[in-house]
């Protein structure tokens, strides 16, 4: 799950972000991965060539150790049997919708990883109910 500059360190600077969309896609092909690149809308680029981006998120997720529950997120949705492609998709949606209601309610500004983290079951239950 990297960030802009930690992509750039591992696959090379590109001009801009369609370029590093291409590579991404590219590099996902070319491995057989799933390539979760985070930002404002991130792009989670499949093995088949795929590329989707996500709607949920918030400025206030740009915090250390919200790509770690990120991770967890899809890891432990991939435990329960879902699909890697449905993991992924799944875990990006799920891990913003869970830090925009967390912003609701705290505010983007003082945000914390472990407050995407605490209303994750809020955001699945609310997924659920819709």
Known sequence: TPHPKEFERLF???NNDFERN???RQKAQEH???IVL???HTAIACPD???WFNSTGNPGMATGGSGDVLTGIVTGLLAQGYSPRDAALLGVFLHGYAGDRAAETLGEEGMIAGDIADF???AWASLIAS
């Open 12 to 14: 090379g600077k590109t």
């Open 22 to 24: 291409d590579l991404q």
């Open 32 to 34: 057989g991965v799933f």
């Open 38 to 40: 985070k930002g404002a």
């Open 49 to 51: 060539g795929a590329c």
């Open 120 to 122: 994750l079951g809020n």
